[in-house]
């Protein structure tokens, strides 16, 4: 085997991990909900207008407009997301913004130690990963099962990594 197959085959990563934030109502679930709230605006304001209190028609209609902006940035969070990798050589932990903005870490799998804190009720609630002098959170947004899953199966390729 030559070096360059040998150097080839350490940094090909034998763990991966996209995390993204679920979200549990979906595009056509958002748009049947705004139609029901648009409906429901329509009649219950309707009824009002009828009976000549025209300012709670529109009143409704800034609530259906403020829930409708709570959902757009709710799902403008959703757009953030990290891919953690593990190779025998390398660490890497690519974090996107909802904005677009990304930041990369790198560490030695050797040197990085990743550290769970844990709440009796809740399960883990932070998730860190240090090495060479630095701290960086992951997986904030997922949810206790999917924490715990995640933290499993990261301990488990990161021991991996430093046992080859």
């Known amino acids: 085997m030559s070096e360059t197959n040998a150097t080839f085959q350490a940094d090909e990563p034998f763990f991966q991990a996209l995390l993204t934030p679920h979200r549990s109502l979906g595009r056509t679930g958002f748009a049947i909900l705004m139609g029901a709230l648009l409906f429901g605006w329509m009649v219950t304001g309707a009824i009002f207008l009828a009976h000549g209190a025209w300012p709670v028609f529109g009143f409704f209609g800034l609530d259906v407009v403020a829930v409708y902006i709570a959902f757009r940035v ?17 660490l890497d932990i690519r974090k996107t913004a909802p904005s677009g903005k990304s930041e ?29 002098g630095k701290q960086v959170p992951i997986g904030g947004f997922l949810n206790p099962d999917d924490r715990e899953s995640f933290a499993t199966a990261f301990s488990r390729a990161l021991a991996s990594a430093k046992a080859r």
């Open 74 to 90: 709710n799902y403008r969070a959703a757009r953030a997301r990290e891919e953690v990798s593990v190779s025998r050589t390398s």
């Open 104 to 132: 990369a870490h790198r560490f030695n799998p050797f040197w990085a130690r990743f550290s769970v804190s844990r709440h009796a009720e809740i399960g883990i609630t932070r998730m860190i990963v240090e090495g060479q």
